[in-house]
């Protein structure tokens, strides 16, 4: 079908996109819409104006434009059209967001440029609406992420205070009620802490905070710690836990084992809480070569406990949720262990998945490619830990809050420990100095607390090194991120604790420096 000339007139008129033929200085002819898109009287008024007078002298990237004008005609003409975003002016002054077509064209015998302006202001508002909710929404989560490592970090403090104020009553004469009793607030702080943990580490992973350690270890050594941790729970319900490794042979690799180890914690005590009276886990450990220097480690969970139905699986990976929300009456937890599991597994490089079948069991496999390294690697040797000590020393702690000073003396009074006890950096100092005069104050080691009001744990650590002293000194830090501990060692600390810690953790430290 042909089109006559009218034809493409009415086109030409009908569109509601601005359409103008152009030459370097002048318009030659425009539409309809033109005149409404810029706000002109008339096409005679339009065609009086320079191209320069419907463009705001530069365009919101910086470039004159001008120049950014010539350009586009360049490309206009080697490619035979140009399509960009363009800032231009009504005539009335307001400026606008355009989407332009340039393209060469011939106009009553001269070569010309048409140029087809369509407003697409109101779609650039749209789009910034969007981008500011995007950015609000983004910093609302951060915001989110940042409130709960504040708060979780901060709950952990009183309940380090807790913890530590029950495992002195467990380890002081009480009757078999009053032991009950103590038990029951001792195994429910525990069971807080671990959730604060949760809530810590989650937050952690969401906020991208998260440091992976590399450092070497016994990779079945983890798989059957696990074993042992979890054996008392197995036990209360007749469960047996057996490992079974694909050979013999001890494999070291380098990765962070407390975060492997936590997620197996996790499977193997789903595993057991899923499970019947008297049925049995097992932890199936496979190690296959892959690449010169690593090795792909699988470690399986297997259980033959309640099962999940199979399209309930891919969803228990998610935050905060549960097969069934039955689930959380009968069994408890708040579904956050299985997310942070997979999170820390793809954080390794690695994965978890399941497959399972209602009434038949479960099998968790969490793989993972990590790296193998020889014995000699191993630096950390895990020392069997036995509580009683008598050292017959003094210790300086320097801590400000007034429940954890009174846990802390009495935990090493337990030690056979005398301590004095600071509640500032500033104070810290200052005994340090007193006891070069005074040989009565001398102490062995330095407990230092991180957070204390007008000095912290740090600069203190920092002013006593400066100050000639090599007392061993310890820093206490509520904080598990690398970071920290980086910090600490290079303020001249020796090591660290992580708060809450447990009275071995604090031996077994205190062993080393001691
Ligand atoms: P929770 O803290 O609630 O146990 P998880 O994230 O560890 O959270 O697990 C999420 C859900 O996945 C559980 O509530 C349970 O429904 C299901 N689940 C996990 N492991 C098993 C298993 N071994 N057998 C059956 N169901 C399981």
Redesign the pocket.
Known sequence: MSIDDKNFRALYELSCDAIMMLDESTFLHCNEATLQIFNCSSQEVYCSKHPSEISPEYQPCGTSSYDLAQQHIMTALKNGHDRFEWMHKRLTGENFWAEVLLSPAKWEGKEVLQAVVRDISEQKKLQRNLQISKEKAEMAVVAKSEFLAVMSHEIRTPIHGIIGAQELLLNSKLNKDQRENVSLAYNSAKSLLSIVN?VLDFSKIESGKFNIEYVAFNAKQIVEDVRDILLTKANEKSINIECIFSDNASVYVMGDQTRLRQILL??V???I???HEGDSVKLVSKFQPCGTEKVNWKIQ?I?S????EAE?QEK??EVF????SS??RK???????????KALANIMGGDII?S?QTDQ??V?ELSIDIDVCNKDTITQVNKPLVIRRNYQKRILVAEDNPVNQTIIRKQLKRLGLESNIVGTGHDALAFYENSLKDKSLSVDLVLMDIQMPEMNGIDATILLRESGCSLPIIILTADALKERKEECIKAGANTFLVKPFEINELVSTLDEYL
């Open positions: 949760d996790n499977l005590s789903n595993a809480k899923f499970s969970v259980d406990g309640i099962g999940i309930k228990i990976f949720s549960q097969a069934d689930t959380t069994y408890g937890g708040t579904g956050l262990g299985l997310a942070i599991c399941v399972s069991g479960s968790f």
